[in-house]
Nanobody
């Protein structure tokens, strides 16, 4: 059974940095396209970034381009989201998601494309 576990959230001042991690257990990590989503209070869950199983295809939402970096380490079964130049509007619960895919370049931007989800980690950016 595939399980995802996020870690690394916290409280940071505007302009600061955080790195959140997501460990996948229960299957072969390299076969999974991975994504990061976030949800702020009173708002819908929104796409942040995605990375294909091969790592060759990466996508970001426009609001985080140039500030956030998604990566994966298949040897550690772990995906990362490095967040720099954080803004108060980045405050949200961050969720990682996974989708098994034979296509090594597949990425998804919609929550419905991912059947597996972590429990979320809170990121709070103070002004």
């Amino acid at each position: 059974q595939v399980q995802l576990a996020e870690s690394g959230g916290g409280l940071v001042q505007a302009g600061g940095s955080l790195r959140v991690s997501c460990v996948l257990s229960g299957d072969t990590f390299s076969m999974y396209a991975m994504g990061w989503f976030r949800q702020a209070p009173g708002k819908e869950r929104e796409f942040v970034a995605a990375i294909s199983g091969s790592g060759r295809r990466i996508e970001y939402v426009d609001s985080v381009k140039g500030r956030f970096t998604i990566s994966r380490d298949d040897a550690k079964n772990t995906m990362y989201l490095q967040m720099d130049s954080l803004k108060p509007e980045d405050t949200a619960v961050y969720y990682c998601a996974a989708r098994y895919s034979f296509l090594s370049t597949y990425t998804g931007r919609r929550p419905g494309e991912y059947p597996y989800w972590g429990q979320g980690t809170q990121v709070t950016v103070s002004s």
